[in-house]
């Protein structure tokens, strides 16, 4: 089967900030997104309600399609830039990158997000320098939360999945959607790629 133009598109995606991610694999599990000695590779893929705690983030602001041609280069650039910026300034980094974003696309098919980079703590200080990138916290509480295994590109699934949850249990949403992405794959290899999906709620 011949690879979609999202998959190609994802893979270049995630190689550009995999060496990154990996730097940050044998730390704690802290800044992930996770409830408390959960593992992503333990979450399940049925959605769920789990309670998260407040997550700090570093982040640059991205405006542009998930089919668009310069979404690849846009995201990579945004990542890179968040990476760097958490580095230099002594930042712990959590694992893997992620993007924050009210929704999976808006009505005209843009893509609105946050390329952002976990870190382990809050700094509790302002950066003059920052420019456009943004040091800020994801508040905690209840979330619906499901694994994604596989290509990034065909992530929509999972995000469907989850929305499919909350409007059936009659849910509100109060806060954004996180795709997080912890690993990286070669395309032999895809099947292992997980990225987990969280959309905060409220009873």
């Known amino acids: 089967m ?18 990154a991610a990996l730097g940050s694999v044998s730390q704690a599990w802290a800044g992930v997104f996770l409830p408390d000695g959960v593992a992503p590779e333990a979450v399940s893929p049925a959605p769920s309600v789990v309670v998260l ?24 650039s945004a990542h890179n830039r968040a990476y760097s910026f958490a580095k230099d300034n002594g930042l712990k980094l959590g694992r893997g990158a992620l993007e924050i974003s009210a929704r999976y696309e808006e009505p005209d098919g843009s893509w609105v997000t946050d390329a952002c980079r976990s870190v382990q703590a809050h700094p509790g200080r302002s950066f003059p320098n920052a420019l456009d990138i943004k040091v800020y916290q994801v508040a905690g509480g209840r979330a619906v939360q499901a694994l994604h295994r596989g290509d990034h590109g065909t992530i929509k699934e999972t995000i469907d999945k989850v929305e499919a949850y909350i409007e059936l249990r009659a849910l509100q949403r ?17 099947e292992q790629q997980i990225s987990v999906v969280t959309v905060y709620v409220k009873w």
């Open 53 to 76: 705690g407040a997550e700090p983030v570093v982040c640059v602001a991205v405006s542009t399609g998930r089919q668009a041609i310069d979404m690849t280069e846009k995201i990579i």
């Open 174 to 190: 109060v806060g954004p959607l996180v795709e997080y992405h912890f690993n990286h794959k070669p395309p032999e290899e895809i």
């Open 2 to 19: 011949k690879p979609s133009k999202t998959h190609n598109l994802r893979i270049a995606h995630m190689m550009a900030f995999a060496t």
